[in-house]
């Protein structure tokens, strides 16, 4: 197992403020795999999404996973949906401790609502969306090293949270 920590969770579990944050304490590079397919395509996700789909979106996704097979002290935040892919998951596992960041559908829905940049929650019941989407991931989520519940803490918060489980102060959940 790899030397990184990788962050996994539902859109607005904090994933990717928490990853950052992180990065920065432990003095390791942030990565972003969402980032890195907008940069493979040239585009954002929501128009990965809305010119080729969510399949297409995946496969992307798998790819991307895939070429980080080398890499070591980074935090790697991953897509909301990519922990469902069993190749992404036993991939991810490889290259370090997999964090399951968690918090109610509907804390997730309070911290999402308005954001125009997640694609799969446009639509007339983001509500209805996000607490399908935690039905259906939440046992895969469950596969991870580690979980955290992010409903009452704040990002610092969190971050100390990891870093005592890093340091063997925590165990994981």
């Known amino acids: 197992m790899g030397n990184n920590y990788i962050l996994i969770g539902m859109p607005g579990s904090g994933k990717t403020t928490i990853g950052k944050l992180l990065a920065r304490r432990l003095n390791y590079v942030f990565v972003d795999t969402d980032s890195l397919i907008e940069e493979l395509e040239g585009v954002s996700t929501n128009d990965i999404f809305a010119l080729k789909g969510e399949n297409y979106f995946r496969e992307l996704e798998t790819r991307v996973i895939?070429?980080?097979s080398d890499i070591e002290n980074k935090v790697l935040s991953t897509g909301g949906g990519s922990f469902e892919n069993e190749e992404n998951r036993a991939m991810l596992k490889t290259l370090?401790?997999?964090?399951?960041?968690y918090a109610q559908p509907e804390i997730l829905f309070e911290r999402l609502k308005g954001d125009t940049n997640r694609p799969l929650l446009k639509v007339s019941n983001p509500k209805e969306v996000i607490k399908k989407l935690y039905d259906k991931r939440e046992s895969n989520y469950r596969l991870a090293d580690c979980s955290i519940d992010t409903s009452n803490l704040d990002t610092y918060n969190v971050v100390?949270?990891?870093i005592r489980i890093i340091n063997?102060?925590?165990a994981c959940n």
């Open 96 to 101: 370090g401790k997999v964090i399951y960041l």
């Open 160 to 162: 100390d949270e990891i």
């Open 66 to 68: 895939n070429t980080l």
């Open 168 to 170: 063997g102060e925590n």
